[in-house]
Nanobody, 124 residues
Framework: QLQLVESGGGLAQPGGSLRLSCAASGFTLEYYAIGWFRQAPGKEREGVSCIISSGDSTSYADSVKGRFTISRDNAKNTVYLLMKSLKPEDTAIYYC?????????????????WGQGTQVTVSS
């Protein structure tokens, strides 16, 4: 069973940066597409970014394109989400999730293994 743990969340000012990490255990992330999702109060969970198992293809929600960068370090069994130019509307609980050799659809229903989430708050 793939287990994922998110970290790196916290408080950032608008325009600031945070780097989220998604660390895996149970199985190597090498075989999984990993997506980042977020859920703000009163909103549905939405896809933010995804990276396929090879790392050769990534996807981003329109709202974060140009600001967020997803990457993976399979040697460390970790996927990262570098968030720059943060906006208050980025405030949410951020989750990572995996799917074995999956495609990056940014659809939560396509991902079967989820972490517990890490809170990101962007505020002055």
């Amino acid at each position: 069973q793939l287990q994922l743990v998110e970290s790196g969340g916290g408080l950032a000012q608008p325009g600031g940066s945070l780097r989220l990490s998604c660390a895996a255990s149970g199985f190597t992330l090498e075989y999984y597409a990993i997506g980042w999702f977020r859920q703000a109060p009163g909103k549905e969970r939405e896809g933010v970014s995804c990276i396929i198992s090879s790392g050769d293809s990534t996807s981003y929600a329109d709202s974060v394109k140009g600001r967020f960068t997803i990457s993976r370090d399979n040697a460390k069994n970790t996927v990262y989400l570098l968030m720059k130019s943060l906006k208050p509307e980025d405030t949410a609980i951020y989750y990572c999730a995996g799917v074995l050799f999956g495609l990056c659809t940014l659809s939560p229903t396509d991902f079967g293994s989820w972490g517990q989430g890490t809170q990101v708050t962007v505020s002055s």
